[in-house]
């Protein structure tokens, strides 16, 4: 029978020399399986005479761990060398430019919108939202719409019940306000706008509009005509003449559209895609808040006056980027969009 020693020299040799790890697996097996050299060791101690057990026993157990500890350092050194053959295979060339990934940006609805409150901010006036389910009262009546005017109709507006709508303009946002503060008033409404419109190069169902209240005392149609002017220029150019032609609203009395001299061609060119050679551009809708809606809002109309006015926001951006296509600001075509960053 060999000894506690010799085994050991012999284990510790084929260890060190296994080259992979099904072979180490192997010898483990070979010395401390269940049928291993070592466990046939301790079987055979009641073969030592009994003065000797105690010290064989001591042997054999540390047979047992130095081989066992020799299986786990051969292992360790198999992983190791698995480890660093992967991060070799997985190296990354930090000097090699990365992909910086796409980031998104503002659509350009709300870049012309956030252009047009900036302006109007600087004006001083407040930015208020409302909802876009409305009801009929806010809708039509408060803003002194007549019975059988035809915007009323179910072929023009998404009704949900006889009562509540979906708005078909932002108007319902200013006679919340007249109802709810007290002039001074001077806010803007931004938001979308629902009417049954069937799509075309120049229509939509849905769309976008900023309307603008001011009432006070003393306001005149001055005020508006210099107000509506300012904003001319500072969107689509200082060179920007406006005019205004009569118009009927029936929330403002009088009313007017107001145009505005083309900023691309000035009227010089006959073929102009923007103003068709008239010189001139529809931008917006406005007038001098009627005495019925300010009533609405419990007003003295002897003391108080104001104006409104209201422009689509697809429709300036259109005129302001040269867009031909109002349908283009939904189909999501990335595209599109990009031209816009």
């Not at 108007?171 to 009417?195: A, E, M, N």
């Not at 009533?295 to 300036?316: H, N, P």
Request: some cysteine; aromatic content about 8%.
């Amino acid at each position: 029978m060999r000894t506690p020693a010799e085994i050991f020299d012999e284990a510790k040799a084929a260890i060190e020399n296994a080259d992979d790890p099904s072979k180490t697996e192997d010898l483990r097996i070979r010395y401390l399986g269940k049928k291993g050299e070592v466990t046939a060791l301790l079987k055979t101690m009641g073969t030592i005479e009994p003065q000797e057990r105690k010290a064989f026993g001591m042997q054999v157990n540390k047979l047992k761990q130095d081989v066992e500890a020799l299986i786990e350092a051969r292992k360790r050194v198999f992983a190791d060398a698995g480890k660093q053959s992967k991060l070799a295979a997985e190296t990354i060339d930090v000097s090699e430019p990365g992909k910086i990934p796409a980031a998104g940006t503002k659509h350009i609805i709300t870049i012309t919108i956030d252009e047009i409150v900036r302006i109007f901010a600087g004006l001083g006036y407040s930015v208020i939202e409302g909802p876009e389910v409305e009801t009929v009262f806010h809708n039509f009546d408060a803003l002194n719409a007549a019975a059988d005017h035809p915007s009323r109709d179910m072929s023009d507006t998404f009704y949900i019940t006889e009562d509540t709508l979906l708005r078909t303009q932002t108007s319902p946002v200013q006679i919340r306000t007249l109802i709810s503060q007290k002039p001074p008033i001077k806010v803007i409404s931004p938001g979308r706008c629902f009417r049954t419109d069937t799509p075309d190069a120049t229509h939509s169902p849905m769309f976008h509009q900023v309307e603008g209240l001011l009432v006070d005392e003393g306001v005149t149609m001055t005020d508006l005509k210099g107000t509506l002017d300012f904003f001319a220029k500072k969107m689509f150019g200082a060179d920007v003449r406006t005019r205004f032609r009569p118009h009927f609203f029936p929330f403002t009395e009088p009313s007017a559209e107001m145009d505005m001299s083309c900023f691309i061609c000035g009227g010089n060119d006959q073929s102009c895609r923007v103003c068709k050679g008239s010189g001139w551009i529809e931008i917006l809708g406005c007038g001098m808040v009627h005495p019925n809606v300010l009533k609405v809002g419990g007003l003295d109309t002897d003391r108080y006056t104001g104006f409104a006015f209201g422009m689509g926001v697809e429709r300036s951006a259109m005129l302001k980027h040269g867009i031909e296509d109002i349908r283009l600001f939904y189909e999501n075509d990335i595209r599109f969009i990009e031209q816009f960053y």
